[in-house]
């Protein structure tokens, strides 16, 4: 093995590994995005006109907080915030769908690259410290793709390789039948993608609207597998956690896990009064930090909350956490 050889460590395989490096983060960004503009799209909370969980009531609630980096890009939403919202959602399936099948790639990661960083200029701009921010993280993930592309499995790497055999006059015969079978093949595959997340789409509204916007729940969920915002049973576990109460300090509180796998915290805004509310924040569905100097603090976007009450006290969020009922009995503090 030659000298150079032994410097590049790899020869062959390590310039293969070096095409395919980015292609797990872009199917990552490809699926998340997606993912976002159908949990929007399918919310009915998010896109009425008003109401708790609505934009308009997001909107709001970051503008009473004064959180933005700029706050004219609120106050232009505000005018209309159901089109902002729609296009938001619509910008992200549309980002999600090029940089997974890398058709236009470049042009899709500029969009999902814009549309982080206004989240992150209106929403995650005072997260502290801010690499708890994951819009910014999100942003700085786009920007390989915005300078390189997608050069492997694409649709756009397949239709450069055909120009380029085109230009040099290569495609004859049966290449060329082949070859437009093959294109034929990845754009009917591309349509059924479209098709088979758009009719997802229209199925998943159109059960939502059958149960009626008041009662359903969005189907935002949070880690624990619960829709964030709307508990089965409002102010009530499913019951059966404990924690002794000498492990709840005065002015702090202990973590539990409820028996549907969600996890609370029980606290002791005085000693003897005890409550207990989720751990899953109300606007995104992030788990809150543990209680500190009486509040709740979400490290995802900022939101904070009252850890006696579970009142919101900094938007985003604009419900409360979810209060859970509990007993004091036999030295121990039971969750209902």
């Known amino acids: 093995m030659s000298h150079a050889a032994a410097e590049d460590g790899g020869g062959p395989w390590r310039e293969t590994a070096s095409r395919y490096a980015l292609l797990p983060l872009r199917i990552f960004l490809g699926i998340t995005f997606i993912y976002a503009g ?35 890009m609120i106050d232009l939403a505000l005018k209309a915030p159901e089109a902002f919202g729609t296009a938001i959602a619509f910008g992200e399936l549309a980002v999600g769908l090029g940089v997974l099948c890398g058709l236009l790639t470049r042009l899709a990661a500029v969009g999902g690259a814009l549309i982080s960083l206004s989240l992150w200029l209106t929403v995650s701009w005072q997260v502290e410290p801010y690499y708890y921010g994951n ?53 009917v595959l591309g349509l059924g993608a479209v098709g088979g997340v758009m009719g997802g789409v229209g199925l998943w509204r159109g059960r939502s609207g059958d149960s009626g916007a008041s009662a359903a729940p969005t189907p935002s969920t949070s880690p624990s597998g619960n829709p964030s915002g709307a508990p089965s049973s409002p102010g009530r576990a499913r019951g059966g956690a404990s924690v002794a109460v000498k492990a709840v300090p005065v002015g702090g509180g202990a973590k539990v896990m409820e028996s549907s796998g969600s996890a609370a915290y029980v606290v002791q805004p005085k000693q003897g009064e005890f409550a207990a509310f989720s751990a899953i924040c109300t606007h995104s569905g992030c788990p809150v930090d543990p209680p500190k100097e009486g509040r709740f603090n979400c490290p995802c976007h900022g939101s904070v909350f009252d850890a006696a009450t579970g009142e919101v006290l900094n938007g985003p969020a604009t ?10 009995q036999g030295g121990r503090v039971e969750l209902q």
């Open 319 to 328: 419900k409360p956490l979810r209060r859970i009922d509990v007993r004091e």
């Open 135 to 187: 819009d910014l993280v999100y942003l700085m993930a786009w920007l390989p793709f915005v300078l390189a592309g997608a050069p492997v499995l694409s649709l756009d790497a397949r239709l450069a390789a055909r120009r380029d055999q085109a230009a040099r006059g290569v495609l004859a015969g049966a290449g060329r039948s082949r070859r437009s079978v093959l294109d034929a093949g990845a754009a």
């Open 38 to 72: 159908m949990d929007k799209l399918t919310d009915p909370d998010f896109l009425a006109a008003s109401g708790a969980g609505s934009m308009a009531d997001q909107l709001n609630g970051i503008d009473k907080a004064g959180s933005a980096a700029i706050p004219a």
